[in-house]
């Protein structure tokens, strides 16, 4: 039978069958959230359907915020995040539905730093790159490049790779007012492509056409190229779980597509995609 078509889209798309309550006779699965795990997602449930005709899994971007925000409404069965819910989410869900968010790791990402193929810059520092999105450092002369502005782009505020920056390299401090902010991690990624003096992040998967910089945790130490070895091992500073999360316990064909996404087989479409597996 050939595999239905995904629609797979940065606008929030209302499904029909979404919001959590799952049974054992339903075979339709909505999955909303990460721009970072989109393509992911798609992947996953695209080879999903192929293997097991009639099931219908609907993979939709916008953001973990918006996958977070679809999940506490019902909106969705899975939501895909690239950062932890916070307590006071989790707590949402409990509130609104009487059970208890279950966070499910599903694989393993490095964010990693663009730059221009045409950049002179090697690697950063954490503490550079923090000066350089904070503001204070707005020259690449002043990180070992040559003379002339910085121009920084970032994910907006809904995404969760923009929360991972700012929580573990910002450590909490206000992007500055002239870093740009665009609306998905292909968007980042084009927009370095085509300027050689500028700066980018997000998801590893999409270090196409563009160069990922190593990056080391201060000036001191080794910078870390983003690999599979150094994001298992937790060595790349950057590295992070992405998440799958339910409102309680799975059932149904929902936790039937978990389960396959936690095997050996949906853990090797990771690393196809371009992501990486979850350490064994």
């Known amino acids: 039978m050939t595999p239905k078509i995904l629609l797979v889209t940065a606008a929030v798309i209302a499904a029909a069958c979404g919001g959590g309550e799952q049974t054992s006779t339903r075979r339709n699965v909505t999955v909303k959230g990460s721009d970072t795990m989109v393509i992911l997602g798609q992947r996953w449930a695209e080879i999903y359907m192929s293997k097991n005709p009639g099931v219908t899994i609907q993979v939709t971007g916008g953001g973990s915020g918006t996958g977070i925000a679809a999940l506490i409404n019902g909106g969705t069965d899975i939501c895909e995040a690239s950062r932890p819910m916070k307590d006071t989410e989790k707590e949402m869900v409990r509130t609104r539905h009487g059970k208890d968010v279950r966070e499910i790791p599903v694989a393993l990402d490095g964010v990693a730093i663009y730059v221009n193929h045409s950049s002179a810059i090697q690697s950063f520092s954490a503490s550079q790159l923090k000066d350089i999105y904070t503001g204070k450092i707005t020259n690449w002369r002043d990180v070992g490049g040559p003379d002339g502005k910085i121009v920084a782009y970032s994910r907006e505020n809904n995404s969760g790779t923009y929360v991972f920056f700012k929580e573990h390299v910002l450590k909490n401090e206000d992007f500055a007012r002239d870093v740009q902010t665009l609306p998905g991690t292909a968007a980042v990624v084009n927009a370095v492509s085509k300027d050689k003096a500028s700066i980018g992040y997000g998801g590893i998967a999409y270090a196409k056409e563009i160069r ?39 059932s149904g064909e929902v936790k039937a597509f978990i389960e396959w996404v936690l095997s050996p087989e949906g853990q090797q479409i990771c690393e196809a995609v371009g992501y990486y597996p979850l350490k064994k």
């Open 212 to 250: 990922a910089v190593p990056v080391s945790r201060d000036g001191s130490s080794q910078p870390v190229q983003p690999s599979l070895s150094t994001v298992q091992s937790g060595e790349y500073p950057l590295s992070r779980n992405l998440y799958f999360y339910t409102i309680g316990e799975p």
